[in-house]
């Protein structure tokens, strides 16, 4: 980065209310890194195929286009928006900016949670792959504790500075997409065992009903994936020209990351020797099935090393996204503690203290999984709808503004296309929310069926009654629902 180009970000910067004090060492390249690793296509199909083959069939391949599609329009909302106002923390600010500071706090109360909880989950996730790798028999406590020393790992690492996470993630980048190649590749070439025209077969899943409820119950497998990119936007003090590089970053993580997400899913879906069985339930880990059947042991946990990578990478990304999300409350004096959680290293130039309790809040959870596992399996489940409501958030809010008059004025603009496009990631999002709220098993108790919205009622409630009660917003003097105010000037 030149120093022209430093000051002229530092300028605009200052222009927006902030004066910077993050490294801009994050290159266009590695600032995708980040969003793909948090994306993260590997551990997205790794973690729910069983249950969207199971659920849907095959024909759940599909969803991880509709997903992209939807998502690609919600990414060019996100574009506009970090493009005028390139702040770190990503959502919180762009709410704040698009609609104000009460709407901001909610958007970034959501957020939050689910980041934490996101954390904690892809921990867990990763437990189990761990310690098969290392040998150990896999308990709850043994995952536990692998998924702990994950998170302290994760932390460690985030807190040497911008330019060790930027190699890491651009590391774990290249492993997550040579893996997907290779290892989808070769199942696709050697081990298919079933025809392509599989990808419209629902083995009479639903019969003698419809079969579309079943294909959007499983739906959520692409729902689940493709998420991520919006972490470009949460660094997006120390990437040099963000204005223009995190709305390009962010195209490319859905580009590559959704395309990789399909190709494994499908090669995986070819390489099953029995779908039936999965869809009945007499096999239960397709994946692992197919993985040690071709690969045999020694294979298996080559590819298995190869996958805790990605996990590793993924929650790398995510502790610096969540991290970024505290700074920038703290920044605004949002939230009790703002003066100490808004330090920023002298020497790393990230913020320590915020990075910090990312990673104590996501390791409380990860052991209050291990106690309660039934409550924290719903609160981890639920995380995915935390995230998609918090971009409608967003959504919603520069519909907002461009109702008030505000005309994007950063460097990526969508001109014409912005109203037509605007409204369809709405409806598309709030689609997206039906689909993962809607109950699977109508026969089950209401409170099973409606957990995930009760769980998110309840910390919405605990949100609202506090931001009432103590008015957290009305603490700080950082600018707040301006945007159609500066279209003005």
């Not at 580009?255 to 020797?273: D, E, H, S």
């Not at 009945?280 to 197919?290: D, H, I, L, R």
């Amino acid at each position: 980065m030149n120093s022209t180009g430093d000051e002229a970000d530092s300028a605009q910067l200052a222009a927006l209310g902030y004066t910077a004090k993050f490294d801009r060492s994050m290159s266009v390249w590695q600032n995708f890194a980040l969003g793909f690793t948090y994306l993260s296509p590997v551990v997205g199909v790794y973690s729910v195929f069983d249950l969207g083959l199971s659920t849907g069939g095959p024909p759940m391949f599909w969803s991880y286009f509709l997903a992209a599609a939807g998502q690609f329009l919600v990414c060019l909302i996100f574009g506009e928006v970090v493009s005028q106002f390139p702040i770190s923390g990503g959502l919180y600010p762009w709410a704040r900016r698009l609609v104000g500071k009460r709407w901001a706090w909610m958007a970034g109360w959501i957020y939050g949670w689910a980041l934490f909880v996101t954390i904690a989950a892809v921990a867990v996730g990763a437990g189990p792959f761990l310690a098969t790798l290392l040998g150990f028999t896999v308990t709850p406590a043994i995952t536990t504790a692998v998924a702990l020393a994950l998170v302290v790992i994760s932390t460690l690492i985030n807190l040497a500075g911008t330019k060790l996470l930027a190699r890491v993630a651009m590391f774990g980048f290249v492993c997550e997409i040579v893996g997907a190649i290779i290892v989808g590749g070769y199942l696709l070439l050697f081990h298919r065992h079933q025809p392509l025209s599989v990808v419209v077969n629902t083995f009479n899943i639903g019969a003698p009903g419809a079969y579309w409820p079943f294909f959007f119950a499983a739906a959520v497998t692409g729902l689940f994936t493709c998420y991520g990119f919006e972490a470009c936007g949460d660094v997006a003090e120390e990437t040099p020209n963000p204005g223009l590089s995190i709305p390009r970053a962010m195209r490319m993580t859905i580009y590559v990351g959704m395309a990789a997400a399909a190709f494994v899913c499908l090669a995986l879906i070819l390489a099953q020797p029995d779908i039936a069985a999965v869809i009945a339930g007499k096999n239960t880990t397709p994946v692992e099935t197919v993985l040690l059947s071709v690969f045999g042991p020694t294979g298996e946990k080559l590819v298995v090393a190869v996958v805790m990578v990605s996990f590793m990478s993924c929650i790398l990304s995510l502790q610096a996204a969540t991290s970024r999300l505290v700074f920038a409350y703290a920044r605004d004096r949002m939230i009790a503690g703002s003066a100490y959680l808004s330090a920023i290293s002298p020497h790393t130039h990230v913020p320590v203290r915020a990075l910090v309790l990312s990673g104590v809040i996501a390791g409380v959870i990860v052991c209050l999984g291990d106690f309660f596992a039934n409550a924290i399996a719903t609160i981890v489940n639920s995380a995915i709808i935390g995230i998609y409501a918090a971009f409608q958030m967003i959504v919603l809010g520069a519909l907002v503004a461009r109702a008030r008059g505000w005309k994007p004025a950063g460097q990526f603009r969508l001109g014409a296309w912005a109203w037509p496009v605007n409204i369809v990631a709405l409806a598309y999002g709030v689609g997206a929310l039906i689909d993962m709220l809607w109950p699977r098993t109508p026969t089950a108790p209401w409170y099973l069926n409606y957990s995930m919205g009760l769980t998110w009622l309840v910390l919405i409630g605990i949100g609202a009654l506090y931001m009432l009660l103590a008015r957290p917003y009305d603490a700080g003097t950082a600018p707040a629902g301006d945007a159609w105010k500066l279209a003005k000037t």
